[in-house]
């Protein structure tokens, strides 16, 4: 069955260009010969088009070659089935179709798919060959006895066990032999021939069975076509014609000709024909009027049906399509608005922005085609700009970022008429591009370092912004938030110390931004370690001049680090600074005078320091342990036998990596007592020692053993024992005393009177260690 399409809904569903290939086209395999298989349309203005079907895969004769023809100034193509055409699925169901266009000198080639699917309702007898009027076909009574002349059956029916048969009569002598159908469904001639038979129309009944138990009746109809007498047809000759409309009348336009005897032309249509002729033997086409299609735009366009016939046997014709385009003589270039373009665009214009739509006009043929051409001066290329037809639009990102990057566009739109001589028109185009304020400056977080004792003005380092936006790191500087004792110059040039500009006020400061396009930071006050050691600073960076709107401005921040360096500029203090202390020094031993204590009342951390015995010491009987003083007394003799008194001198200086060392001294005067036999019945005075400031405190801290309860047992088990032994021998000493007495001698008595003189006093200094006791007994 044909798929009927109307023009304007063909038009409406298949406008499209050929670029567009390749197609994809969906048919059911119930579709039948002369089908639409697809349809589509192009332009081509300036030539005749062709359309051209190269080849079929799998190959096939069931496609005809594509028909051409034109509709309002629009040429259609269509690709239907041929008389012979049987598509099943289950048999081929994909063909590739490749055409080709042909337009001038322009050739294109794309393909047409065709995706054959199942109809399960398909029936063999439908379309024309199930209706009343049947399916006519038409062959010539020369056809060859027996020859092919239409084909039955479906291919796949055979699957389903079709059978196809002629039930209607073939009786002669109407009949000059009975028509026949062999296995594959194809529609022979009869054996006889047809010879003879011209003018008939023989009618056959056709029974299609196939399936289970399922049938159809089709009528089928054979028109048999006589054979002219002679062969008349055109020669190749050009169907599209085009002239100027400056010929005069009578000029010649086309000359056709025909092959055959005797030939004859006419003009079928227009009847009348007002503008063209045709010489009757010679077959030239002459002009009858004048063509100024300035007053007749009418003529622009006329198709011509010529007929060519032999003059003995008017009914051997052919006839031939004619179409005369009447072109106007170039006279006026076109007229375009606007005639020059002018335009303010801001760089961020998105992608495919039209900035104007030019409407031009040819004076010598209104409503003919122009073609525009885009031609670039300043910046050279069509990186930025773009023609698309009649619109200009935006063809790329504008970017202003870049110095002499895309501030204004020079070109030009060439419009060109087709007419002859060639005649053209240039429209102007300036596109300026308006920097747009896009990107937010920013700057990097950064860590300076100074010494606490640096002076006023000192540069500590340098702030860096960046801008991407055009003019590059055009930027101020200024300082946001935290104390109040820092502040911003925005401007360059002389500072002003101490104060500061921060919103809209005048504040007071410390520390301000120097040369605000540098971004230095100077140090305008003084610094106290002890009172702070750290400062952030949020610094505000803020673009100028990078937009047309002077209020746009962007801003970033980042976080400014100050560290202060400590400077050691506070020296160590000694508690008490001075003492006076009395001690007794036993000879050989060592004792600790007293410990000096100091520290730094500023910097309570500090507690690392050095300690020197600078003054005083000149017997060299002193020395320092760390903070602690001690009186060597291991040098012997000569051994003073009268108190002495030294005044110490110690110096207290600070230690680590600080610069400079500051140091304090700390004065200690010594009574020094010997201890000796001489002074061992007086009380001493170690207990009472005098200051002029303030008593000093001497703790001492012994340490004891506790020893575990079963050791306490063996000690005194063995303590005990030890006593006994003791007394056992003392008493045995006694009794050898006891008889020497008995028997006295003066030497004797005076070594033993000075033995137990001496002995008590070693005892008591064994047992009391340097500390002096406070009695001592003389027996």
């Not at 059978?163 to 028509?179: E, K, V």
């Not at 086409?285 to 006329?302: D, F, I, K, S």
Request: net charge neutral.
């Amino acid at each position: 069955m044909a798929l009927l399409r109307p023009p304007a809904l063909l038009l409406a569903l298949v406008v499209s260009e050929l670029h567009c290939l390749p197609w994809f086209i969906n048919v059911s395999e119930s579709q039948g010969p002369g089908t639409t298989i697809h349809s589509f349309s192009f332009n081509c203005t300036a030539h005749m088009p062709m359309l051209e079907l190269v080849h079929v895969q799998p190959p096939t004769t069931f496609f005809n070659q594509p028909s051409l023809s034109r509709w309002q100034k629009i040429y259609v193509g269509t690709v239907t089935l041929n008389s012979l055409a049987r598509l099943d699925a289950l048999a081929v169901n994909h063909y590739e179709l490749q055409l080709r266009f042909t337009c001038g000198n322009n050739v294109t080639e794309g393909p047409l798919y065709v995706y054959v699917y199942r109809d399960p309702g398909y029936s063999p007898c439908s379309g024309r060959f199930a209706s009343p009027a049947g399916e006519i076909i038409q062959v010539r009574e020369t056809v060859t006895p027996g020859a092919q002349l239409y084909t039955l059956l479906l291919p796949g029916l055979e699957l389903q066990h079709a059978q196809i048969s002629i039930n209607s009569a073939q009786d002669p002598p109407y009949f000059p032999g009975p028509f026949s159908i062999n296995g594959q469904g194809w529609l022979l001639a009869p054996s006889q021939g047809l010879k003879g038979q011209a003018g008939k129309v023989f009618q056959l009944q056709i029974l299609v069975t196939f399936g289970q138990n399922r049938s159809c009746h089709g009528m089928l109809k054979v028109k048999v076509l006589p054979v002219p007498s002679s062969q008349i047809s055109f020669l190749g000759q050009a169907r599209n014609i085009t002239i100027l409309d400056d010929l005069a009348p009578g000029s010649q336009v086309v000359q056709v000709r025909a092959q055959g005897f005797d030939v004859r032309y006419e003009i079928l249509s227009p009847v009348p024909c007002p503008l063209f002729s045709i010489g009757r033997e010679d077959g030239v086409v002459r002009t009858t009027a004048p063509l100024e299609l300035a007053q007749a735009w009418g003529t622009a366009v006329t198709r011509l049906q010529v007929k060519a016939y032999e003059r003995l046997r008017p009914w051997a014709s052919v006839d031939l399509d004619l179409t005369v385009n009447v072109r106007s003589v170039n006279r006026w270039p076109p007229r375009c608005l606007p005639a020059m373009l002018v335009t303010e665009i801001p760089e961020t214009t998105p992608v495919g922005t039209v900035l104007n739509t030019f409407t031009c006009t040819d004076p010598d043929s209104p409503g003919s085609t122009l073609n525009y051409e885009l031609r670039f001066h300043s910046p050279p290329g069509p990186a930025s700009l773009c023609l698309r037809g009649r619109a200009l639009e935006v063809n790329a990102t504008l970017d202003c970022d870049t110095p002499g990057a895309c501030f204004q566009h020079a070109a030009s739109i060439l419009v060109l008429d087709g007419g002859q001589p060639l005649m053209t028109t240039e429209v102007p185009v300036l596109v300026m591009v308006i920097p747009v304020n896009e990107f937010s400056p920013a700057c990097v977080p950064h860590t300076f370092r100074i010494r606490e004792d640096a002076g006023p003005h000192t540069l500590l380092g340098s702030v860096v912004g960046t801008d991407k936006d055009y003019p590059h790191n055009s930027i101020e500087y200024d300082i946001s938030g935290g104390p109040t004792a820092f502040s911003v110059d925005r401007l360059s040039g002389t500072p002003t110390p101490g104060l500061g500009w921060k919103g809209g006020t005048r504040v007071d400061c410390k520390l301000r931004l120097w040369a605000p396009l540098l971004g230095e930071i100077h140090l305008l006050g003084s610094l106290d370690y002890e009172l702070q050691t750290l400062y952030r600073l949020t610094v505000l960076v803020t673009d100028q001049s990078q937009d047309q709107d002077p209020t746009h401005r962007r801003s970033g921040s980042c976080t400014i680090t100050i560290e202060v360096e400590d400077v050691n500029d506070h020296a160590p203090e000694c508690q008490p600074p001075f003492q006076e202390l009395t001690i007794y020094a036993p000879l050989g031993r060592s004792v600790e005078v007293t410990k000096v204590s100091c520290w730094v009342p500023q910097e309570p951390q500090r507690l690392v320091f050095s300690y020197s015995i600078v003054g005083g010491n000149s017997q060299s009987r002193f020395s320092l342990q760390g903070p602690i003083l001690v009186h060597n007394n291991m040098l012997g003799p000569p051994w003073p036998e009268q108190p002495h008194t030294h005044e110490l001198l110690i110096r207290v200086a600070d230690a680590g990596p600080s610069i400079p060392h500051l140091s304090a001294t700390a004065t200690v005067i010594v009574h020094l007592v010997p201890w000796s036999t001489s002074t061992a019945a007086t009380r001493t005075r170690s207990a009472a020692v005098t200051s002029m400031t303030t008593p000093l405190l001497v703790t001492d801290t012994e340490a004891f053993w506790q020893p575990e309860p079963w050791f306490v047992v063996v000690l005194t088990v063995t303590s005990a024992l030890f006593l006994l032994a003791l007394g056992w021998l003392f008493s045995r000493l006694f009794q050898g005393l006891a008889q020497m007495l008995q028997t006295p001698r003066k030497p004797a008595q005076a070594l033993l009177l000075n033995r137990e003189l001496r002995n008590p006093l070693r005892g008591s200094w064994r047992h009391q260690g340097w500390r002096c006791p406070r009695h001592l007994a003389v027996s």
